[in-house]
């Protein structure tokens, strides 16, 4: 292997695809070296630590975990590597819960092969590639006009919700603070959302950040 060529691997389930990339990535001459595809993120989290890539392209939706939390618990354990979503979901919240759980860039499953590889150079050497549409929709987010005045009159129980919603608290274990069921919840949630003309919970956490901040 030449000691320039950058390291990678792939978390696909879709082993034709990821068989296509991985031939593609280490045709001769090849600035990428795929050393191997896993199927589920479980299979990652436990090959990885034997032979750390500087870069790993994650699916979204893979069998068990899905991408997202592979993410988060990648660069938990190994903060320098470098985590790219390869995937054909292009939803808002999606692109979102994925630059939060710290992918650095986020790529369509249409995009070139030979594009996947130079945004992997881009990755591994600092950069955010996300296919053109990707970043058009994270900068039409904030180029939105302002929703129109929310109406902060929540209830104490549901200023408690948003606080534990802001913390990152699952639905049970809301319920489980609160002492009330997962439904109950899930209600106070929708009057919340109702009430500050939100949708998600990215978009909570891009409105009021984290807790005591």
Do not use: W
């Amino acid at each position: 292997m030449n000691p320039s060529t950058i390291p990678i691997v792939l978390i696909e389930d879709n082993e034709p695809y990821a068989r296509a990339l991985e031939k593609f990535f280490n045709l001769p001459g090849s600035a990428i070296d795929c050393r191997a595809i896993y199927g589920s993120s479980e299979q990652a989290l436990v090959e990885i630590p034997k032979n750390p890539p500087a870069v790993a392209l994650v699916d979204i939706n893979l069998p068990g975990q899905n991408g997202m939390e592979c993410i988060a618990q990648l660069k938990e354990l190994y903060p320098q590597l470098v985590c790219l979503v390869l995937t054909m979901y292009e939803e808002d919240h999606l692109i979102f819960d994925a630059l939060r759980a710290g992918a650095c860039g986020y790529l369509l499953k249409r995009t070139p092969p030979a594009e996947i590889a130079d945004a992997i150079q881009v990755a591994r050497d600092g950069g955010s590639p996300m296919s053109p549409h990707i970043a058009r929709q994270v900068v039409g987010f904030f180029h939105r006009s302002p929703p129109p005045k929310p109406d902060h009159s929540l209830t104490a129980r549901e200023q408690q919700v948003l606080d534990l919603l802001i913390d990152g608290k699952a639905y049970k274990e809301i319920a489980h603070d609160l002492g009330v069921s997962i439904d109950t919840v899930r209600t106070h949630v929708r009057k919340v959302y109702d009430k500050l003309h939100i949708h998600s919970r990215t978009e909570i956490i891009l409105k009021f950040g984290k807790k005591g901040r």
